[in-house]
């Protein structure tokens, strides 16, 4: 994916592309944000547990629902009893300062798409996480860091009644802690 050349968050990029995974040669920085997306009678959604390097971050999506006699009143991800119904049942998105945003499941009729998704210059992938049908933590990926501003995580999810909803930080939290990535020794000396 090549990103444009013109957005903030583009010195995070290593040779014009976007880093698809965290990288295996540091240690992330941490950050203590922690955002609730939506709480509802029926629905608490929520991202934590940022984990932040240089070109990349990592965090926790997660998505609790009331039960009734421990059967959740509707699926997040899965499709309803096996068919699907030709929409995104859940979406998780970000919005950088400069208006560039990315949606989770832009195009895809189930949770996250095969690959993640890639607009505008920014990635966002699904990785993986665990949980039961009522509620799930999933690991999320985006690139790169936003440079500056106010960065936005939002959801929506129209078969269970959530209309599109933002929460914003300042993105100088997350550049604060991907500048406390202790890189290994061997990422330390130059080739």
């Known amino acids: 994916m090549q990103p444009s050349s013109d957005g903030p968050g583009d010195e995070a990029l290593e040779g014009g ?10 240690v992330p920085g941490m950050s203590e944000l922690a955002l609730v997306l939506y709480s509802g009678p029926e629905v608490l959604v929520g991202v934590h547990g940022f984990r932040v390097w240089p070109g990349g971050m990592l965090f926790v999506l997660s998505v609790h629902q009331r039960t009734v006699r421990g059967i959740p009143e509707r699926r997040l991800w899965l499709e309803q009893y096996g068919e699907s119904i ?16 990315v949606w989770s499941a832009q195009g895809y009729g ?14 966002l992938q699904l990785r ?15 690139a790169p860091v936003p440079a500056s501003g106010l960065v936005g995580f939002g959801c929506r999810w129209s078969v269970g009644g959530i209309e599109e909803t933002w929460q914003y930080t300042d993105a100088a939290t997350l550049r604060a802690a991907a500048e406390r990535t202790i890189p290994a020794p061997w990422a330390r000396t130059a080739p």
């Open 17 to 26: 592309l976007l880093l698809e995974r965290p990288p295996g040669d540091a």
């Open 86 to 101: 030709g929409q995104p049942l859940f979406e998780l998105g970000v919005r950088f300062a400069d208006g560039r945003q």
């Open 110 to 123: 189930r949770f996250g798409g095969p690959a993640g998704s890639a607009q505008q210059g920014v990635l």
């Open 128 to 142: 993986g996480g665990g949980g039961r049908a009522e509620d799930f933590n999933l690991d999320c990926w985006l």
